[in-house]
């Protein structure tokens, strides 16, 4: 896995630290640096749960665009809101 702070690895480091979490990743669409992800993990193998995690997520945001598309959605469903 290529390694280096990512745009964004100040606040995933920050994240990271009040939450004593074992592994983050922070996604930012349109901030102030433009677009990034950072991801810092104690451990190789959270690796493998952020990838499946990743999947499931984009899946879910993948249906809810479509269904705001086709006029069925207009408050949040599964986390995701539109704006």
Known sequence: MPQGAGEYAKECGEV?????AECVVVIVVG?????????????????????GTLRHVANQ???DVAEYNRGRMTTEISGLKFH
Request: hydrophobic share 35%; net charge negative.
């Open 31 to 51: 901030g102030a640096r433009g677009n990034g992800f950072s991801m810092q993990t104690k451990s190789p193998q959270s690796a493998d749960f952020v990838i």
């Open 16 to 20: 990271m630290e009040t939450t004593h």
């Open 61 to 63: 945001i993948e249906a």
